[in-house]
């Protein structure tokens, strides 16, 4: 069946090979990025947080993703994220348990951007460091209203910088907002898919595999490229001399 592309209708157009294919990270990468990973232990006994949606947890500032103790201190800080101007940041623990690319119409209105890089971590693995000026700031894009309603969007209210989405059981945050040492991002924060790419502005030969909606709910779309993808060795290094 051919593939229609969203694309200059003059670009020449190759049909590659089914995206589902074998997607071998560089040498220097040793661990399998898409493992199966458990919920960790951080030290939260309660319910999740708002796992029905809505806006029925009145307590939601004082629990899961947000400010909550953790008991016997058993959350450890592996990563940091925060806004540009710093007023807000968030602490994580452990590794995500998936990485992906989003091309949904919403987040690309929503960022600005031709897609989403999301990394998933549990809501009990996150955890507001830093509200500065009460800076944080939820927009629910059920509602349209900003207010913490799951789903919602979480973000600073004063450079407006995009931070991560609530969801019922998950945070989605944005690799951008991460502190990583030397500029290095792990393998646990390459994509292992891209979903909604029927509803892509733009192409995306790098070998991952495509859904046409939810990964593993969809139909998994083919490539338009010949080549198959090689996973980068790390996305933001600086090279010798810049920076």
């Not at 990468?29 to 796992?51: C, L, M, N, Y």
């Not at 690319?101 to 996150?126: E, Y």
């Not at 083919?222 to 090689?230: K, N, R, V």
């Amino acid at each position: 069946m051919p593939i229609v592309a969203n694309a200059h209708p003059d670009r020449k157009i190759a049909e590659g090979q089914h995206s589902d294919i074998h997607h071998p990270p560089p040498q220097d990468h040793t661990e399998d990025p898409q493992a199966s990973k458990d919920i960790p232990e951080t030290g939260w006994t309660g319910e999740i947080p708002s796992k029905n949606g809505g806006d029925y947890e009145k307590n939601w500032m004082h629990q899961p993703p947000y400010q909550w103790k953790s008991e016997g201190d058993k959350f450890k800080t592996n990563y940091i994220s925060e806004c540009w101007c710093g007023n807000v940041s968030f602490e994580f623990h452990g590794e995500p348990v998936d990485a992906k690319h989003c091309h949904c119409h919403q987040c690309q209105r929503l960022h600005g951007a031709p897609f989403q890089w999301a990394v998933i971590f549990p809501k009990t693995s996150v955890r507001l460091l830093r509200n500065q000026e009460d800076s944080l700031h939820c927009f629910s894009t059920q509602t349209r209203n900003a207010t913490h309603h799951v789903p919602c969007k979480v973000s600073c209210n004063v450079c407006r910088s995009p931070i991560f989405d609530e969801g019922r059981n998950t945070v989605l945050a944005y690799p951008s907002s991460f502190r990583f040492p030397d500029q290095h991002i792990p393998l646990h924060f390459q994509p292992s898919c891209h979903i909604f790419y029927k509803q892509r502005v733009m192409e995306v030969p790098d070998g991952v595999p495509k859904w046409s909606g939810h990964k593993d709910q969809s139909e998994l779309m083919q490539e338009l490229s010949d080549t198959e993808g090689i996973m980068p060795k790390y996305k933001g290094h600086l090279e010798d001399g810049q920076g």
